[in-house]
């Protein structure tokens, strides 16, 4: 049945959510495309997940108290991992609460690490005319002036006329020492660059202060790539049956582009001629249809990427709406489906940088796998399929307005849906809640079977054996009935569902098992489990190892932190230092190549069986 939901809306943002009574605030956060920081894992301990409730505070926990000065609790802060939902709420986040103020960049003069100095940069000038006694050419006036410049004979064509309609002063813009453009007046103080994650089911963009670095808007679009096919293995088939198929896929890429850039671009109140460069994040297949190369080889063993370096291409040429002379900068590729994604979120984690074993995870239609230990940095790609983002589940959807994202089972069924309407199916972390929680009643065996009423446990409830439908061999689990869905047909967990669930979770467990032999460690050694992607910020850790999704180690030890690929490409567009540690990231990266490996198929074929035991189902 569906659960009465509590709306929790976050400011500054104005994300709004509905969850269930006694929901985690971190969850509801996770739920609002928040991440806070949580360096303890959430367990209270560290302060960080700070956040104050606008009215009417919950009554401090213990962990609040103990973690938060006097002051800070009387003016309504609260710890948000020890906090539970159980009225309205509006929750005020500071800046420093989130993930990402971990790398928040900063003005140059402030010390800090990371600083403000983006590839793409402005300088006004002021020349002295040309006189009888000085009559350099324009060229070495200008140059003279800004540097050592080059200067392309597309903008030489240009600078006579410029120079003397406006008196000998003006604005460059500068990239890597290229002159890219010439501007009127002194516009030092504006300039506007888009950070985009290109994903195979979301895309997402940022518009950011190239000066101050601040975000200026946020924009994001189902990519309408998912016509041509709901994985990267559809769509580089496409690429290859279709003589025309490549051209669709880039046009469709780059439409939806534009029309995140139209977004922001009326968010900021700015002209797309402000624009001057796109930093692009993707896995291999989305950044090679963007940029227009032939992904066929993709398609078949050994799975060869066109290019490893980073891209730097031409908006103009690419029909991307921008400044004429702004660059579209794609991230560089570690190998096959370990694309640029994957590295802007190694770059976004500092994952070269933790003194022990750490596993980051981006789990989504395909499961990319980085692990450092030591001097090593492997990575891998599993092919988890689109099970995670509603596709191919029978009833299933993305998360969307009244897709059931959360199940809970105890003596009953109780759901949360998205946006506080009927249910109209059930999504990625749904079909992960159902599952774990069948096997923990018994109702879903190891092999997963799900049983028919007259086989479950003696232990299971009168209330779930009536949800068990069994239609000659095979039964299904009713999630909502016809009454309380949408569609006025039952919303079930379908057998096939659960295989589908097997497939996507066993290739990501296997990629992990393979990738800690590599390495030598045992999951227990690993000190973090770094959950990154869209889809990774909203499963439950306990539910996630249920399955077998996630090593079985303490709930502590995983960690959430967003849209990684995001911030990777946020970090390369305002720092050029950013830029430089990119590149080293992904020539330290070791490609595993798990379709080569000889031992993937018999660890895959294990790990199709889920867990026989339930590691801890109370520490999220």
């Given at each position: 049945?569906?659960?009465?939901?509590?709306?929790?809306?976050?400011?500054?943002?104005?994300?709004?959510?509905?969850?269930?009574?006694?929901?985690?605030?971190?969850?509801?956060?996770?739920?609002?495309?928040?991440?806070?920081?949580?360096?303890?894992?959430?367990?209270?301990?560290?302060?960080?997940?700070?956040?104050?409730?606008?009215?009417?505070?919950?009554?401090?926990?213990?962990?609040?108290?103990?973690?938060?000065?006097?002051?800070?609790?009387?003016?309504?802060?609260?710890?948000?991992?020890?906090?539970?939902?159980?009225?309205?709420?509006?929750?005020?986040?500071?800046?420093?609460?989130?993930?990402?103020?971990?790398?928040?960049?900063?003005?140059?003069?402030?010390?800090?690490?990371?600083?403000?100095?983006?590839?793409?940069?402005?300088?006004?000038?002021?020349?002295?005319?040309?006189?009888?006694?000085?009559?350099?050419?324009?060229?070495?006036?200008?140059?003279?002036?800004?540097?050592?410049?080059?200067?392309?004979?597309?903008?030489?064509?240009?600078?006579?006329?410029?120079?003397?309609?406006?008196?000998?002063?003006?604005?460059?813009?500068?990239?890597?020492?290229?002159?890219?453009?010439?501007?009127?007046?002194?516009?030092?103080?504006?300039?506007?660059?888009?950070?985009?994650d290109l994903g195979t089911t979301t895309v997402v963009g940022k518009l950011f202060d190239l000066v101050s670095?601040?975000?200026?808007?946020?924009?994001?679009?189902?990519?309408?790539?998912?016509?041509?096919?709901?994985?990267?293995?559809?769509?580089i088939m496409h690429t290859r049956d279709s003589a025309d198929g490549l051209a669709e896929l880039q046009r469709?890429?780059?439409?939806?582009?534009?029309?995140?850039?139209?977004?922001?671009?009326?968010?900021?109140?700015?002209?797309?001629?402000?624009?001057?460069?796109?930093?692009?994040?993707?896995?291999?297949?989305?950044?090679?249809?963007?940029?227009?190369?032939?992904?066929?080889?993709?398609?078949?063993?050994?799975?060869?990427?066109?290019?490893?370096?980073?891209?730097?291409?031409?908006?103009?040429?690419?029909?991307?709406?921008?400044?004429?002379?702004?660059?579209?900068?794609?991230?560089?590729?570690?190998?096959?489906?370990?694309?640029?994604?994957?590295?802007?979120?190694?770059?976004?984690?500092?994952?070269?940088?933790?003194?022990?074993?750490?596993?980051?995870?981006?789990?989504?239609?395909?499961?990319?796998?980085?692990?450092?230990?030591?001097?090593?940095?492997?990575?891998?790609?599993?092919?988890?399929?689109?099970?995670?983002?509603?596709?191919?589940?029978?009833?299933?959807?993305?998360?969307?307005?009244?897709?059931?994202?959360?199940?809970?089972?105890?003596?009953?069924?109780?759901?949360?849906?998205?946006?506080?309407?009927?249910?109209?199916?059930?999504?990625?972390?749904?079909?992960?809640?159902?599952?774990?929680?069948?096997?923990?009643?018994?109702?879903?065996?190891?092999?997963?079977?799900?049983?028919?009423?007259?086989?479950?446990?003696?232990?299971?409830?009168?209330?779930?054996?009536?949800?068990?439908?069994?239609?000659?061999?095979?039964?299904?689990?009713?999630?909502?009935?016809?009454?309380?869905?949408?569609?006025?047909?039952?919303?079930?967990?379908?057998?096939?569902?659960?295989?589908?669930?097997?497939?996507?979770?066993?290739?990501?467990?296997?990629?992990?098992?393979?990738?800690?032999?590599?390495?030598?460690?045992?999951?227990?050694?690993?000190?973090?489990?770094?959950?990154?992607?869209?889809?990774g910020n909203f499963i439950r850790r306990s539910n996630a190892r249920r399955i077998g999704l996630l090593p079985?180690?303490?709930?502590?030890?995983?960690?959430?932190?967003?849209?990684?690929?995001?911030?990777?490409?946020?970090?390369?567009?305002?720092?050029?230092?950013?830029?430089?540690?990119?590149?080293?990231?992904?020539?330290?990266?070791?490609?595993?190549?798990?379709?080569?490996?000889?031992?993937?198929?018999?660890?895959?074929?294990?790990?199709?069986?889920?867990?026989?035991?339930?590691?801890?189902?109370?520490?999220?």
């Amino acid at each position: 049945m569906q659960g009465h939901e509590i709306k929790v809306t976050f400011q500054p943002s104005g994300r709004s959510v509905y969850v269930l009574p006694n929901t985690l605030l971190l969850e509801a956060a996770g739920r609002a495309g928040i991440i806070l920081d949580t360096p303890c894992g959430g367990n209270g301990t560290c302060g960080k997940c700070r956040v104050r409730l606008a009215d009417a505070p919950a009554d401090p926990t213990p962990a609040s108290i103990g973690q938060l000065a006097p002051e800070q609790v009387a003016e309504g802060y609260r710890l948000a991992c020890s906090t539970f939902v159980d009225a309205p709420l509006v929750v005020e986040v500071p800046a420093e609460s989130t993930f990402e103020s971990r790398q928040q960049i900063l003005t140059a003069d402030s010390g800090t690490e990371i600083k403000i100095a983006p590839l793409v940069h402005k300088r006004s000038f002021a020349l002295t005319p040309p006189s009888s006694s000085d009559p350099r050419s324009d060229l070495s006036r200008l140059q003279d002036t800004l540097g050592d410049i080059a200067v392309s004979p597309d903008q030489v064509r240009l600078i006579p006329a410029f120079l003397r309609a406006n008196a000998w002063q003006g604005t460059a813009v500068l990239s890597n020492h290229h002159l890219v453009a010439l501007e009127p007046g002194d516009t030092t103080a504006h300039g506007y660059g888009v950070a985009v994650d290109l994903g195979t089911t979301t895309v997402v963009g940022k518009l950011f202060d190239l000066v101050s670095g601040h975000q200026c808007g946020l924009a994001s679009q189902i990519n309408p790539q998912v016509a041509y096919g709901d994985d990267v293995i559809s769509r580089i088939m496409h690429t290859r049956d279709s003589a025309d198929g490549l051209a669709e896929l880039q046009r469709s890429a780059i439409d939806c582009l534009n029309a995140i850039i139209q977004d922001l671009i009326s968010q900021a109140d700015i002209d797309v001629h402000e624009i001057y460069e796109i930093v692009l994040a993707g896995n291999s297949t989305m950044q090679q249809l963007l940029c227009g190369y032939d992904s066929s080889a993709l398609g078949e063993v050994p799975f060869v990427q066109v290019f490893e370096e980073a891209q730097i291409l031409s908006a103009s040429h690419l029909g991307i709406r921008a400044n004429v002379a702004a660059e579209v900068y794609v991230f560089p590729q570690i190998g096959s489906f370990v694309g640029g994604d994957t590295v802007a979120g190694i770059l976004a984690a500092r994952l070269d940088r933790w003194d022990e074993p750490v596993l980051f995870v981006d789990i989504g239609t395909n499961g990319e796998i980085v692990l450092a230990s030591g001097d090593q940095l492997l990575a891998t790609s599993a092919a988890a399929g689109p099970a995670f983002e509603g596709a191919r589940i029978r009833q299933g959807m993305r998360a969307a307005a009244g897709a059931i994202e959360k199940v809970i089972i105890r003596e009953d069924v109780e759901i949360n849906v998205i946006g506080d309407v009927p249910p109209a199916g059930l999504c990625g972390t749904a079909l992960i809640d159902a599952a774990a929680d069948l096997l923990r009643a018994g109702i879903i065996d190891e092999t997963g079977r799900i049983l028919p009423a007259d086989e479950v446990p003696e232990t299971v409830s009168d209330a779930l054996r009536q949800r068990l439908v069994t239609v000659g061999d095979e039964t299904r689990f009713m999630l909502a009935s016809a009454e309380e869905s949408a569609g006025g047909e039952g919303i079930f967990l379908w057998q096939r569902d659960v295989r589908e669930l097997q497939l996507a979770t066993g290739a990501v467990r296997a990629g992990i098992q393979i990738m800690m032999r590599r390495a030598g460690i045992e999951p227990e050694s690993l000190h973090r489990v770094l959950l990154a992607g869209a889809f990774g910020n909203f499963i439950r850790r306990s539910n996630a190892r249920r399955i077998g999704l996630l090593p079985q180690i303490a709930g502590d030890k995983i960690r959430f932190i967003g849209n990684a690929a995001s911030l990777g490409a946020k970090l390369v567009l305002l720092s050029e230092e950013e830029r430089a540690y990119a590149t080293q990231l992904r020539e330290r990266a070791e490609h595993i190549d798990l379709s080569l490996d000889a031992e993937f198929q018999m660890e895959f074929g294990m790990a199709m069986i889920f867990p026989t035991s339930d590691f801890d189902a109370c520490d999220d």
